[in-house]
């Protein structure tokens, strides 16, 4: 199979004119389109089949319920497990396959045409690619993006994630929406038989798992790195004292730290299993409990820690970190059927009335009936009415379910850091 690559340039001049230059004032943009071509033997008789000029369906995905579907592979080969959810985003594939809290997951797009904008550098939100891989219906042949420096496939090979496509992500959909989030295994591999695939399929289970293990950072670092101004909103009116905040890594994404270093925020950034006592040794301003994956009753260490930090000084849980405060505080947590993927969910405040278009991505949730008085809802998903924030001013505590860096997402929760800020500064204030 021979492969080219063709560089298009779209402009105000035509670059192949007799005059042969353009103006420096026009404005060229140039996009790539790969093309594969098959050899064909043009003497003598053809030796075994011709290879097809297009790409046949190489790879399944086997899904816990029986059901075989065949696509086509891009990015790494070979065999993985994972838990299949599906994202309603429309942009943002590089946010979502960097997010820690996919860690262990399949995600499928339900928007269809996905890789047309590339990848880049900047729109990392970890260091690495935790999910287990990538299930879009079509993969774009060309990217056209002034910020584009490698294609999603090569992104993905590089960094062993597996990915398929020309599939019924429609029709998978469907079935999650219905039957919940389902367990899936991914392969390359013709040697391994569909019920070989499916036996894995059956066999292997998220619940209970603890994830946060391996995404949690190794050791204490600072993190200085505001939002850039040329992303950056809502910057009027904020604090001008610096606030030092300890942030647990459960799977932090990079924009949280950006936001709160944006506000004004000194933050060190601490393991999963840093100890309290070292946390209040620091005596920081407030405490950070970051978004993560998996279940949160799979780590009971985390759960002490944030215990001992309860009350002691100001905190602020996200996602999984929202779910640690909950069982701290007494109450329980619950799968969801399929959870909470994507950036268009909406969320009621209840305290103002206020509705924000929120980034979610999650698969447990917190029963608020299980939790004790004093604790009060602040906020609720609008789709399925579970709790989508927390708050206990007795304990000088805030929660949201959801990701209000919204990286990719709105960026209507955004003034939550404003308030965290204010809770910290009130607390100054009363020492």
């Not at 809802?377 to 919204?406: F, I, W």
Request: glycine share 10%; aromatic share 8%; proline share 5%.
């Amino acid at each position: 199979m021979a492969s080219r690559a063709i560089d298009y340039a779209i402009g105000s001049c035509n670059p192949l004119s007799a005059a042969g230059f353009c103006p420096k004032s026009a404005r060229v943009r140039i996009f790539t389109v790969k093309c594969s071509a098959a050899s064909v033997a043009t003497s003598g008789a053809s030796v075994g089949s011709p290879e097809k000029p297009w790409k046949v369906a190489d790879a399944r995905l086997a899904l816990e319920d029986g059901s075989v579907w065949r696509a086509k592979s891009f990015g790494a080969t070979g065999t993985q497990v994972g838990e299949v959810v599906f994202n309603t985003s429309l942009t943002g594939y590089q946010e979502i396959l960097t997010d820690p809290s996919y860690a262990g997951q399949f995600v499928l797009m339900t928007n269809p045409h996905i890789g047309n904008t590339g990848v880049n550098f900047d729109d990392e939100e970890s260091q690495q690619c935790f999910l287990g891989g990538l299930v879009i219906r079509s993969l774009s042949i060309s990217t056209s993006n002034w910020r584009c420096t490698e294609t999603l496939g090569a992104y993905l090979a590089k960094r062993n994630i597996m990915g398929i496509y020309d599939v019924d992500t429609r029709a998978i959909t469907r079935r999650l929406r219905q039957d919940g989030s389902l367990v899936g295994v991914l392969s390359t591999e013709d040697s391994k038989t569909d019920e070989e695939l499916l036996e894995m399929s059956r066999t292997w289970d998220i619940v209970g798992v603890d994830l946060i293990s391996g995404v949690t950072c190794k050791a204490p670092y600072e993190w200085v790195d505001k939002t850039d101004k040329e992303w950056d909103f809502n910057s009027n009116q904020r604090e001008k004292e610096t606030f030092h905040v300890i942030a647990y890594d459960y799977g932090i994404k990079h924009n949280i730290l950006r936001r709160l270093a944006s506000y004004g925020c000194k933050i060190t950034v601490v393991p999963s299993t840093w100890p309290a006592s070292e946390t209040l040794k620091m005596k920081p301003d407030g405490v950070l409990f970051s978004n993560g994956p998996g279940d949160p009753s799979a780590v009971p260490y985390a759960v002490e820690s944030v215990k001992k930090i309860i009350g002691e000084v100001p905190v602020f849980g996200i996602c999984m970190g929202h779910q640690l405060l909950g069982q701290a505080l007494g109450g329980k947590t619950y799968k969801m059927k399929f959870g909470h993927h994507g950036g268009n969910h909406p969320v009621r405040n209840i305290r103002t009335g206020r509705v924000e278009i929120s980034a979610q991505n999650h698969n447990y949730a917190v029963d608020p009936a299980s939790l004790p008085n004093g604790v009060e809802v602040t906020h609720l998903n609008l789709n399925d009415g579970s709790c989508a924030g927390l708050a206990y001013p007795q304990r000088k505590l805030m929660s949201l379910q959801y990701h209000p860096e919204a990286s990719p997402g709105p960026h209507d929760s955004d003034p939550v850091f404003e308030e965290f800020v204010k809770l910290m500064k009130r607390e100054k204030q009363n020492l």
